[in-house]
């Protein structure tokens, strides 16, 4: 069962490192290619590396 809190909050944090690469980007005068592909390719290949992690998997209850 995936855990809609923290695929929330990882996705949230995701988002907060492709906006801070956007405003580098555009800094450093990148073209336009960069600055459309480069947060895409972070929001994307995150979600996946979090994704094998199990980060977004909700930890299974112990029973007695």
Known sequence: MVSKTRVLLIMLLLL?????????????????????????????????????MGLFQKKAKKTK
Not at 32 to 52: D, E, K, Y
């Open 16 to 52: 907060a490192v492709a906006i801070g690469l956007i405003v580098l980007l555009i800094k450093v005068d990148a073209g336009a290619f960069w600055i459309r592909t480069v947060p895409l390719a972070v929001l994307g290949f995150g979600a996946v590396v979090a994704q094998s």
